[in-house]
């Protein structure tokens, strides 16, 4: 690198030399060689993540120019003035000295001033070989020179009048965004008319800010709430379950059952099979029932007889080979029916669930017909557990059973009685639109059967506000948790709840009749409400640890999330109710656990339907293990009294002896023809059908004989 001549110092800095100034300089020096050596192209060009520096440093020998600044004329002006940055001109108090003819790239490098030959010679500086850091903010400025002199025009600039890049500087002191203030070199705009009150309605509320509540909607039900059958009759549990299993579905029941052990006979199938009846369907109803109540291993352990095994109940009334029978040929569809829809696999009319269909549409409307819900529903999922590996089966993480059937269940709130459910098909079957979520609670809700006014709780997979407005457009409030990332979700994060908040603070945002609440509990829980202000003084307790001590505090709580976890627990107890007694069995086929888990909704909502009678009568209701007691031995009593009755014989026309058989007190009786020729206490155990006379009949005797010849 060739040494700077003493005429490519400036007159001023030759003026001006103390040993403070001169380090200044220098400093300044080093700061701007890095940016000429990369405007003038000493440092490589990267092509494909590779330097290249051959041609490179050929040319850094033969056209580098040093870059010198320009001083000012006092050493007050050198000082550097953080609150005064140019924000026009970045480099605006560096200049770089150059030959006359240069090159392109180094037509806006050149020098603007003469250059003076009597200045003592300056010394070789090394060329940095890194690049220092960048200043600091409010620590550097730019400096402050004198007007520069105009620099005369060469060919090059005619032949070349676009300016060469300024290299540039992110994150920086002296980067424009730095400075938001100064942009442009005016002070900031003033926001427009209307735009403080959309910023202020734009953010999130405390809780010390009122809130409007909105207009209340008025509850007009189609029917009065509660149960909708007669309330002053007295119904069994056992009636109260032909509601829900009428007559015509055990019939239709007993039919395809019968069909389908038929189609498996022909088909070479061996096993014993008597055709169904009304009686050995109750029968094996009841066994179920008691296997609800009394669990074993193995399903063949109720007929063993051997301690501790010895259970009466179900060997007295049916032998286990006729139970497993009827368990294989169990069927709820005709079968030549399943055939027809098998036909259609791969097309729209394809029906996934046609072979439970006849109880599954019976059964959902008797749940809706006997009972009219009150104010308060609301909806989730069931699971009803399965290992069969078929396309309606689905796997949810968060619930108790995570692998089976998924059902959507619309439930009271108040006794928890299911009023509707809806079998989820799978991911195909569902139209797109709105979304699964949307479309499931639309489908549960029948609102011409309902009425208007209810209030709905759903958890955070159905919350939208897309979905909230629309019920609200319909009479029907909706409260229930939200995800952040529901499309209408307010996105805004000014004056948001803090990370660490404490327990108790909350933020709100309305949105017409929308309300979207914040509040931290043991973590931060969103709810979205249509029916609900944010915040009225509730408060709720909680155990909280201070000091090394558990203690109860007082906590505030908006009013969407009490009456949240109010109401919203509808479908888990039901779901409870079921879990405790089920009837469940594992089965080869996946419609045999749907008509057990049917079984299981018709006997709580018969057990629901019985408390709620008994609610306003003196009488306590039974619980729900005594209630499933009852109705047990009701389904034996009506299983016997359901057996046909042998019709009446005909009188004998002809004597003929028969034996009296097996009755003690007409086991063996006095022979006449003996005891009318003086031989008493001859007794016989045979007698003429016609004329009803004992007369011994034996390989000795035959009174049967000479007693008919004496008389005819």
């Known amino acids: 690198m060739d040494n700077a001549s003493p005429s490519s110092l400036p007159e001023s800095l030759c003026r001006t030399s103390p040993s403070s100034t001169l380090l200044l300089g220098l400093k300044r020096l080093s700061v701007r060689l890095v940016d000429c050596r990369k405007t003038t192209g000493l440092s490589g060009t990267v092509r494909g993540g590779k330097e290249k520096k051959g041609a490179d440093l050929t040319r850094q020998n033969e056209s580098w120019t040093p870059c010198i600044p320009i ?7 050198d000082l550097l003035r953080p609150d005064e940055p140019d924000p026009n001109d970045e480099n605006e108090g560096y200049r770089v000295q150059g030959p006359t003819q240069a090159s392109e790239d180094e037509d806006d490098y050149r020098g603007d001033e003469p250059q003076p030959e009597h200045l003592p010679p300056q010394p070789q500086l090394p060329l940095p070989q890194a690049e220092p850091p960048l200043p600091q903010p409010g620590r550097l400025s730019r400096q402050r020179t004198s007007a520069p002199l105009p620099r005369p025009r060469s060919s ?7 300016k060469s890049p300024q290299p540039k500087r992110k994150g920086n002191a002296f980067s424009k965004s730095a400075y938001p203030s100064q942009r442009g070199g005016g002070r900031p705009a003033t926001p427009r008319v209307g735009e403080e009150e959309e910023e202020e309605e734009d953010r999130w509320h405390n809780r010390e800010e009122n809130d409007e509540r909105p207009d209340p909607i008025r509850f007009m039900p189609t029917r009065v709430p509660g149960p909708t059958i007669d309330t002053t009759a007295s119904w069994s549990p056992l009636s109260l379950f032909q509601l829900f299993f009428t007559t015509s579905v055990v019939r239709t029941i007993i039919c395809n059952t019968n069909a389908n052990a038929a189609k498996r006979l022909q088909s070479g199938l061996k096993f014993a099979w008597i055709p169904l009846t009304m009686r050995d369907f109750y029968i094996f109803l009841a066994i179920l029932l008691y296997s609800g109540l009394v669990s074993v291993h193995e399903r063949g352990t109720y007929w063993r007889k051997e301690w501790p095994y010895n259970f009466r109940f179900p060997g007295d009334t049916m032998t286990r080979d006729r139970f497993e029978a009827i368990m294989w040929s169990l069927h709820l569809s005709k079968p030549e029916d399943d055939e027809a829809n098998n036909t259609k696999k791969g097309t729209a009319e394809y029906d996934r669930l046609f072979k439970i269909k006849p109880l599954y549409t019976e059964l959902t409307n008797a749940c809706k017909s006997h009972f009219q819900p009150y104010q308060n529903i609301s909806i989730d999922e069931r699971m009803v557990a399965s290992e069969a590996r078929i396309s309606t089966r689905q796997y949810m993480k968060a619930k108790p059973t995570k692998w089976g059937y998924k059902l959507f269940v619309l439930a009271d709130s108040h006794t928890a009685y299911t009023w509707n459910f809806v079998v989820y098909e799978g991911k195909s079957v569902f139209t797109p639109g709105q979304g699964l979520s949307y479309t499931s609670v639309m489908d549960l809700m029948p609102f011409p059967l309902l009425g208007g006014g209810y209030t709905l709780f759903v958890d955070n997979f159905y919350s939208s506000p897309a979905l909230f407005e629309e019920l609200r457009r319909r009479n029907t409030g909706a409260c229930g948790t ?9 996105q805004t994060k000014r004056n948001n709840l803090p990370k660490k908040a404490e327990r108790g603070d909350l933020r709100w945002i309305r949105k017409g009749n929308v309300l979207f609440v914040k509040w931290m509990d043991t973590r931060e829980v969103t709810m979205c409400s249509t029916v609900h202000e944010a915040f009225s003084g509730q408060t709720v307790k909680r155990k909280v640890k201070e000091g090394g001590v558990w203690q109860t505090k007082t906590v505030p709580v908006p009013d969407a999330v009490a009456d949240y976890n109010r109401s919203m627990g509808g479908v888990d107890l039901s779901d409870a109710l079921i879990g405790y007694c089920s009837v469940h069995h594992k089965t080869m ?38 209630f499933r007691e009852k109705l047990l031995t009701e389904m034996v ?6 057996e046909p009755q042998p019709s009446p014989r005909p009188p004998p026309t002809s004597c003929m002896p028969e034996y009296y058989g097996d009755d003690a007190s007409k086991g063996r009786k006095n022979c006449r023809r003996c005891l009318d020729a003086g031989v008493p206490k001859v007794k016989t155990p045979v007698y003429c059908r016609k004329c009803q006379v004992p007369l011994c009949l034996t390989s000795k005797r035959n009174c049967f004989k000479d007693w008919h010849d004496s008389k005819f």
Do not use: C, M
């Open 71 to 77: 001083d000012s004329e006092s050493d007050d002006e």
């Open 482 to 490: 939200i995800r952040t990332n529901r499309i209408g979700f307010p």
């Open 637 to 642: 009593s009506f299983a016997k009294q359901s």
């Open 156 to 162: 090059s600039d005619t032949e070349s009048p676009v």
């Open 589 to 626: 086929k996946w419609y045999k656990t749907f008509l057990f888990h049917f079984v299981d909704i018709a006997v709580v909502n018969s057990f629901l339907l019985h408390k709620e009678l008994h609610k306003n009568n003196s009488t306590k209701p039974y619980t729900q293990k005594k």
